[in-house]
């Protein structure tokens, strides 16, 4: 599990280890390994082999693996490999051509505003999304 040191600057999570678990961390984190639990952190790596089973929250996200879940970020790549089957919420987004997602795609300000119980739905769509499809 990740520390909250100051002097690093990412926390690697190897193929060989499997995590049962909530995770926070402070720093950038990469897995490579399979975690079953919700993962917060600044920006998330994870490579084509690592399994998350559980929400994920980053500021960035660039996803090659298997992720069982809802996915929040600000800046989020799906790559081809990648495998999703959960909500996806992101104010700008790119995807790989033969990634496979299963679940809705909704900007995180549609988010905000259906948790805050927000009744211009109108005002909450006006920050338009950036949607990019990587060829």
Same mark, same amino acid.
Request: proline content about 1%.
């Given at each position: 599990?990740?520390?909250?040191?100051?002097?690093?600057?990412?926390?690697?999570?190897?193929?060989?280890?499997?995590?049962?678990?909530?995770?926070?961390?402070?720093?950038?984190?990469?897995?490579? @390994?399979? &975690?079953? /639990?919700? !993962?917060?952190?600044?920006? $998330? %790596?994870?490579?084509?082999?690592?399994? *998350?089973? =559980?929400? +994920?929250?980053?500021?960035?996200?660039?996803?090659? @693996?298997? &992720?069982? /879940?809802? !996915?929040?970020?600000?800046? $989020? %790549?799906?790559?081809?490999?990648?495998? *999703?089957? =959960?909500? +996806?919420?992101?104010?700008?987004?790119?995807?790989?051509?033969?990634?496979?997602?299963?679940?809705?795609?909704?900007?995180?300000?549609?988010?905000?505003?259906?948790?805050?119980?927000?009744?211009?739905?109108?005002?909450?769509?006006?920050?338009?999304?950036?949607?990019?499809?990587?060829?």
């Amino acid at each position: 599990m990740a520390t909250r040191n100051s002097s690093s600057t990412f926390s690697v999570i190897g193929t060989d280890i499997a995590i049962r678990g909530n995770i926070e961390a402070s720093a950038d984190l990469h897995i490579d @390994g399979s &975690v079953e /639990g919700d !993962i917060a952190c600044s920006s $998330l %790596v994870q490579g084509e082999g690592s399994t *998350i089973t =559980g929400a +994920v929250t980053a500021e960035t996200a660039r996803l090659a @693996g298997t &992720v069982i /879940g809802s !996915i929040s970020a600000r800046e $989020l %790549v799906i790559l081809k490999s990648a495998r *999703i089957d =959960g909500d +996806v919420h992101y104010d700008a987004l790119t995807i790989e051509q033969g990634a496979e997602v299963e679940g809705r795609f909704a900007p995180r300000a549609t988010q905000k505003a259906a948790s805050a119980g927000t009744e211009h739905q109108d005002a909450a769509n006006s920050d338009e999304p950036k949607l990019a499809i990587a060829q």
